[in-house]
């Protein structure tokens, strides 16, 4: 399913129409799932000026076969309850029983991304976020003034990296089984906890969260 918005260029101010997907269902849509994976989905380029942008929309990633839902909800973090009402509408009209599902909140197109990434390795968000967490704490001793303005969890090939998007610079760092293992064991308990069938954001908040207990 999809949508058509009207839009000007950032640049130069040439109005176009772009058609944006708003569901993909991926045993039903494989052209739009591999056109996201190579951030082609979402892509606005001017046909005066050749700016490109990629368009942040709201949008439901549905994987029926590894039951996961996603939504990108851009202003997630402002708007929480709107997007958690807006999940509760979308499940109703497209699962019949959520309660084997892992539903998860994004705020933009490159979480989004990640969270597939993630769900495809069948690893457990919640366990990466922590790890994540404790990477950080490894890369600021390494780059004592690195100015971190994002990191995702990222597959190289079939190596599993954290992607860390610095203020001038982007570092791979190698994802540590160990330290993986470390809060498997550790927050056992916490990440055990049954919150399949309900919606949530599992983000650095959420790890901080855990972490300061
Ligand atoms: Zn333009």
């Known amino acids: 399913m999809s949508k058509n918005i ?13 058609e944006l997907e708003t569901y993909i269902n991926t045993r039903e849509n494989s052209q739009a799932v591999a ?9 606005f380029e001017c046909d005066q000026c050749g700016a490109k942008r ?8 549905h994987n029926p076969d590894k039951n996961y839902m996603l939504i990108n909800y851009p202003g ?12 509760q509408v ?34 457990d968000d919640r366990i990466v976020e922590i790890v994540k967490l404790l990477t950080d704490g490894l890369l600021a001793k390494e780059k004592q003034d690195a100015q971190v303005q994002g990191r995702f969890f990222y597959k190289q090939g079939d190596q599993r990296k954290i992607l860390y998007l610095l203020s001038d610079d982007q570092v791979l760092v190698d ?37 300061s207990k």
Request: with cysteine.
């Open 35 to 43: 056109d996201l994976k190579n951030n082609k989905l979402f892509l």
């Open 90 to 123: 979308i499940l109703k009209e497209k699962i019949s029983d959520p309660r084997s599902y892992q539903l998860r909140l994004v705020p933009s197109l490159a979480y989004l991304v990640e969270k597939i990434q993630i769900f495809e390795d069948d690893l």
């Open 175 to 211: 994802f540590n089984q160990s330290l993986m293992d470390f809060a498997i064991d550790k927050f056992k308990k916490a990440t055990t906890a049954t919150v399949k069938g309900q919606w949530q954001v599992i983000d650095q908040a959420y790890a901080e969260q855990l972490l």
């Open 76 to 87: 997630l973090y402002q708007n929480q309850e709107q997007a958690l009402a807006r999940g």
């Open 6 to 18: 009207e839009l000007r260029c950032p640049v130069c101010d040439h109005p176009s129409q772009q």
């Open 54 to 61: 990629q368009l942040e929309s709201q949008f439901v990633y």
